[in-house]
């Protein structure tokens, strides 16, 4: 069974930056596609970034492309979300996730992804 769990949620004001983390434990974090969902309040879910196991493939939503940056850490079991240029729209509750799978895209359904953490609030405000 694997265990995600984030960490670096704050607050933070419009144009600043932000970095997520995720630590997994119990599972073989090298084999799993590795992600992350957010949830704004009265929003359905909405897959923000994803990096493969080998980090050959790379997701990102429309919405945070060019301002996040996903990333690996395949010793140390951790996968990260560097978030800037940060707008109010940003925030929600950003949730680590991981799977087997590759999943990335409009067709991807946030029930494909098996594990997942217990979110980390980020709000953007003045």
């Known amino acids: 069974q694997v265990r995600l769990a984030e960490s670096g949620g704050g607050v933070v004001q419009p144009g600043g930056t932000l970095r997520l983390s995720c630590t997994a434990s119990g599972g073989s974090f090298s084999e799993y596609a590795m992600g992350w969902y957010r949830q704004a309040p009265g929003k359905e879910r909405e897959l923000t970034a994803v990096?493969?196991?080998?980090?050959?493939?790379?997701y990102y939503s429309e919405s945070v492309k060019g301002r996040f940056t996903i990333s690996r850490d395949n010793i140390r079991n951790t996968v990260s979300l560097q978030m800037t240029d940060l707008k109010s729209e940003d925030t929600a509750v950003y949730y680590c996730?991981?799977?087997?799978?590759?999943?990335?895209?409009?067709?991807?359904?946030?029930?494909?992804?098996?594990?997942w953490g217990q979110g980390t609030l980020v709000t953007v405000s003045s």
């Open positions: 990096i493969s196991w080998d980090e050959d493939e790379y």
């Open positions: 996730v991981g799977d087997r799978n590759y999943c990335s895209g409009h067709g991807c359904h946030p029930e494909e992804y098996h594990y």
